[in-house]
């Protein structure tokens, strides 16, 4: 079965850490870009980073640019989201989806994207 899995949201205080992944399978990984989006209560979705199919190339939105940290394990068909100095702001459910994007320039366009994770729940609290 195509698909990628989301995992490691969970509750966690203002200041703290978490680790996303993003599981694929039925699929290699390596022919795809990656970004996570997310979506916060009462807001639209958003995308927060993109990855490239190497891993050469990264970007970030303004809002987690500093504190989030994208990279990707192509041999274990898995992408991850280091998140940093959570702020209550960063609640939200956050998703994977793939893409054959290269440039990462206007990766927040969910058009580009054809398959998306369930998505995660992360919640940080004050």
């Known amino acids: 079965q195509v698909q990628l899995v989301e995992s490691g949201g969970g509750l966690v205080q203002s200041g703290g850490s978490l680790r996303l992944s993003c599981a694929a399978s039925?699929?290699?990984?390596?022919?795809?870009?990656i970004a996570w989006f997310r979506q916060a209560p009462g807001k639209e979705r958003e995308g927060i980073t993109y990855?490239?199919?190497?891993?050469?190339?990264?970007v970030y939105s303004d809002s987690v640019k500093g504190r989030f940290t994208i990279s990707r394990d192509n041999a274990k068909n898995t992408v991850y989201l280091q998140m940093s100095s959570l702020k209550p702001e960063d609640t939200a459910v956050y998703y994977c989806?793939?893409?054959?994007?290269?440039?990462?320039?206007?990766?927040?366009?969910?058009?580009?994207?054809?398959?998306w994770g369930q998505g995660t729940q992360v919640t940080v609290s004050s």
């Open positions: 990855i490239s199919k190497s891993g050469d190339n990264t």
């Open positions: 989806a793939r893409t054959t994007y290269t440039t990462g320039r206007y990766f927040y366009s969910e058009n580009l994207y054809n398959l």
């Open positions: 039925g699929f290699t990984l390596d022919y795809y870009a």
